[in-house]
């Protein structure tokens, strides 16, 4: 079992910034890719990042491609999400996800384990 619990969410104005972080407990945290996924309200929940292991190898939405940054440390077992020039469409509850092994996914319904949620409001 695999425990997260995510910080950093919060009001921003447009063009502002936030960094998201995951703090993970319960199992090796190295043993698993990490994502991000939000969803706003009316709307399915969507993949923002991923992140694998080691933290070499990255992806990324199309619609944060060079805005967001996914990162990770292993030695404190937490993944972050800095998220720059943000957008209100950018306002969402954000997510992060645990999936067991090395490989990255995009599927939310691929990953094992999820925190509670952060809210991101952007405002215009």
């Known amino acids: 079992q695999v425990q997260l619990v995510e910080s950093g969410g919060g009001l921003v104005q447009a063009g502002g910034s936030l960094r998201l972080s995951c703090a993970a407990s319960?199992?090796?945290?190295?043993?698993?890719?990490m994502g991000w996924f939000r969803q706003a309200p009316g709307k399915e929940r969507e993949f923002v990042a991923a992140i694998n292991w080691s933290g070499h190898v990255l992806h990324y939405a199309g619609s944060v491609n060079g805005r967001f940054t996914i990162s990770r440390d292993n030695a404190k077992n937490t993944v972050y999400l800095q998220m720059n020039s943000l957008k209100p469409e950018d306002t969402a509850v954000y997510y992060c996800?645990?999936?067991?092994?090395?490989?990255?996914?995009?599927?939310?319904?691929?990953?094992?384990?999820w925190g509670q949620g952060t809210q991101v409001t952007v405002s215009s």
């Open positions: 996800a645990a999936l067991r092994g090395t490989a990255i996914r995009v599927g939310a319904n691929e990953y094992d384990y």
């Open positions: 319960g199992r090796t945290f190295s043993n698993y890719a």
